[in-house]
């Protein structure tokens, strides 16, 4: 048989090989695309994507960097935020990931002082190869799949980034989907000023606690607060200043309360805050602990200090009262706690 018969065996036998290798990971990829259709949220979309990657592919390590500022951010921080992101998800400045996808493609790479900047401690022990995959929002890059392998030659710069590039436009427009789907819930449920949670999802909140009080006998109370002499603070410092204040006693309620409890912006300065198997006299309790501390904790503005004060009403819910009722008893304590407070 001749050398050039011998060549041409040796070819085609590459590129069957090629051929059912493609054929393969196409099929993974189906199947990957195939589940992260049926995610409702970018949160899940993203777990779902990254852990079948990593097992469907065998890989050592996966990861998702995202530019900073990102347009998902709120999946980062606040109501949204979950130990999984913080274990699979750092922030890249957008310029540093532009150097590695600089026409939107993957970047292959098993020379590793390329990324040393960019991989995560986790993975350094055990990627000798890496690939970046692209991560578009309306035509801009905002993050990219950092994939990871201990065999040196699984990302070479020279192989073919064909199917990374289908995967990168398909997770680009399911995340896409799914984060206008979750902007759409969150403006519904979330006041956008504060960033807590609006009276539509207190109402729900409330008919749940309501629920589970027949049901299993367990208390809770609910908390109705507002900022003293709000107006005067719009009618002297502007309502830029107002809006910051708003903000500054949303942001210390919600870190002062426990985490099964909940806080609300009820309407303007006023607000809600439900607590979870609280009876009246730890609500009580409550009640002085929020106001002692918003007394002793001026709010930094302008190189300065401006004195930001509540007022707060108690009620418990005895599995009778409606949530009207609830929500009234705490509102008339809070004017019985205003009112006393003036009077001193």
């Known amino acids: 048989m001749s050398n050039t018969v011998i060549k041409l ?6 590129v069957l090989a090629n051929s059912r290798a493609n054929e393969a990971i196409a099929k993974k990829l189906f199947e990957i ?9 970018s949160q899940e979309l993203l777990q779902q ?22 347009p998902i951010k709120y999946l980062l921080s606040g109501n949204m935020q979950t130990s999984w992101h913080q274990a699979n998800c750092r922030t890249i400045a957008k310029e540093q990931l532009e150097v590695f996808h600089q026409e939107r493609k993957p970047f292959l ?15 350094i022990g055990k990627t000798q190869s890496a690939a970046l995959t692209p991560l578009t929002l309306e035509g801009e890059l905002f993050g990219s799949l950092l994939f990871t392998d201990n065999d040196k030659s699984r990302f070479e710069p020279e192989l073919g980034t064909l199917h990374l590039e289908q995967l990168a436009v398909k997770v680009s427009l ?10 759409l819930e969150y403006m519904a449920h979330y006041d956008r000023l504060t960033g807590v949670a609006n009276r539509r999802l207190m109402e729900v909140c409330i008919s749940d606690e309501l629920i589970r009080q027949k049901r299993y006998q367990v208390p809770f109370s609910v908390l109705f607060i507002d900022c003293n002499k709000f107006k005067k603070i719009n009618d002297t410092y502007g309502h830029d200043c107002g809006d910051k204040v708003l903000t500054y006693v949303a ?13 609300f912006r009820y309407a303007g300065d006023e607000f809600v805050i439900i607590l979870a198997s609280q009876t009246y006299q730890e ?12 007394q002793n904790n001026p709010m930094p503005y302008q190189g300065d200090y401006l004195s930001v004060s509540i007022s707060c009403g108690a009620a418990a819910s005895d599995g009778k009262k409606t949530m009207e009722e609830l929500l009234k008893q705490a509102d008339e ?12």
């Open 283 to 294: 609500a009580l309790l409550a009640c002085k602990r929020l106001t002692d501390f918003f």
């Open 174 to 183: 399911c995340l896409s989907n799914a984060m206008i789907r979750e902007q």
């Open 109 to 123: 790479t098993n020379d590793l002082k390329k990324i040393a900047s960019i991989l995560p401690r986790s993975l």
């Open 33 to 41: 695309e195939t589940q992260i259709l049926g995610c409702k949220s």
């Open 333 to 344: 304590q809070l004017y019985l706690h205003k009112k006393a407070s003036v009077a001193l």
């Open 251 to 263: 942001t210390q309620l919600q870190e002062l309360i426990r985490e099964n409890d909940k806080c």
């Open 49 to 70: 994507l990254l852990t079948t990657i990593q097992n469907k592919f065998n890989l050592t390590g996966i990861y998702l960097l995202l530019v900073d500022p990102t």
């Open 9 to 14: 065996e040796k070819k085609l036998a590459q």
